[in-house]
């Protein structure tokens, strides 16, 4: 347990900086695409595609850091 207090903030810092890039990206993503000239439906649909990219990802991380 003592090990795990030393991690934990760590550990938090990292969660917190990968929720807000998460967010961001996909957010503003659309945004930055249809200001460089990429139709809506386009730009909405490749933020689709990044999330869908991503689901496997999310769905991984929790049984590699359980081994």
Known sequence: ???FIRVA???CVGIL???FFD????????????AH???LTL???????VL??????RQGLP???AE
């Open 1 to 3: 347990m003592p090990g």
């Open 9 to 11: 903030p760590t550990l």
């Open 17 to 19: 900086f990968f929720a």
């Open 23 to 34: 967010t961001v990206i996909l957010s503003l993503f659309p945004t930055c695409t249809a």
């Open 37 to 39: 000239g990429l139709p």
């Open 43 to 49: 730009s909405a649909a490749a933020a689709v595609v």
């Open 52 to 57: 869908f990219a991503l689901a496997p990802l």
């Open 63 to 65: 049984e590699r850091v």
